[in-house]
């Protein structure tokens, strides 16, 4: 089995074979418990699929929780509901049958996809679809309120067969799904119990793209904008010390955006990043001080990270805090 491309903390060593050459060696890893940070990102979320995949090949691993935003949430929703069903290979075969297919298969048909010319020069790109500019020039005019006026949503009907949310409330792993509140701007944290169809979809909510979806007659939009993903409910209710972070927007971009989707593009990036990045400073200030007594920065100061990238088409590590 190839090892994890990316390391997870104090996992991987190096080893002179004796002939001067250093060869990567991979240790056993402790058997203790991991949370997992899962950020949003649209279709992106299929690469946080990918990386949930393959850690679950790993015997080693044990979630103590989960936080998630957008897609994210989703992968999270489906990963924790399969685990308490079957364990590892039943959340990994519900990422890919019960979700991942399920969305695929909706897709279809949908207008929205590349071209011929995109085809044939193998552009993995909407930038020159017809139907594509025009739905965004339509955003931009006009609300989904207009446009979209029943509130649809095909992913209501596949979070609905794709997992059990009776079993999800009751599930071991903890899950934790944010939605931002339209009305205060604050972000609710909603947990195992409290998590519906409504709840996912909330926590996806483009407020350009779909109307903000109602729960207990408050109104939310995505999640993103106020924890991408929030930290504090792994930090408050979850006793494991090590963090996995799989991030999809990329913190950096070579060069300056110039033209007006590569600008929105990187205005997206850097809103989104802006509290992920908060976070993760707010996880370091504790190990800084001397005496953190037993409040959270007790919890901090022992906590070390691993945080996964996904920059063009290649992943590498960014950051990794140890003991």
């Known amino acids: 089995m190839a090892e994890l491309p990316w390391r997870l903390p104090c996992f991987h060593f190096k080893k002179d074979d004796g002939s001067g050459n250093q060869q990567n060696r991979q240790l056993q890893p402790p058997q203790r418990p991991h949370r997992f940070r899962v950020a949003g990102g649209g279709a992106h979320g299929a690469f946080t699929w990918g990386a949930l995949d393959r850690l679950l090949e790993e015997s080693w691993l044990q979630i103590d929780g989960i936080s998630g935003t957008p897609a994210g949430a989703m992968n999270a929703a489906v990963l924790v509901d399969g685990h308490a069903r079957g364990g590892a290979e039943a959340a990994r075969s519900a990422l890919e049958e019960a979700f ?4 695929s298969r909706a897709a279809l048909l949908s207008p929205l996809r590349r071209g011929f010319l995109d085809v044939l020069l193998d552009r993995w790109s909407l930038d020159h679809s017809p139907v594509f500019v025009a739905t965004d020039m339509m955003a931009r005019l006009f609300s989904p309120y207009d446009l979209n006026p029943g509130g649809f949503n095909p992913l209501r009907q ?4 794709s997992v059990d949310f009776e079993r999800l409330g009751q599930a071991p792993i903890k899950l934790f799904v ?5 009305r205060t701007g604050q972000g609710r944290v909603f947990r195992n119990r409290e998590i519906t169809p409504d709840v996912l979809l909330a926590s996806a909510c483009l407020p350009t793209m779909f109307q903000a ?6 109104n939310y939009w995505d999640g993103g904008y106020s924890g991408n993903p929030t930290i504090t409910p ?9 963090t996995i ?15 007006a989707r590569e600008i929105l593009n990187r205005i997206n990036e850097v809103s989104f990043n802006a509290v992920l990045l908060k976070e993760l ?5 504790p190990r800084q ?3 953190p007594g037993d409040t959270e920065g007790a919890v901090g100061r022992h906590a070390h990270s691993s945080r996964r990238e996904r920059p063009y088409g290649q992943s590498r590590l960014l950051l990794e805090t140890q003991r």
């Open 178 to 182: 944010t939605a931002t509140n339209v």
């Open 100 to 103: 991942w297919r399920n969305v």
């Open 213 to 218: 979806v109602e729960i207990k007659g408050e």
């Open 245 to 259: 972070l799989v991030q999809i927007n990329p913190v950096e971009r070579a060069g300056t955006p110039k033209t």
């Open 289 to 291: 001080v001397a005496d």
């Open 234 to 242: 792994l930090v408050r209710d979850c006793n494991s010390d090590d």
């Open 158 to 161: 596949i979070h609905a067969e």
């Open 281 to 285: 400073r707010m996880i370091a200030l």
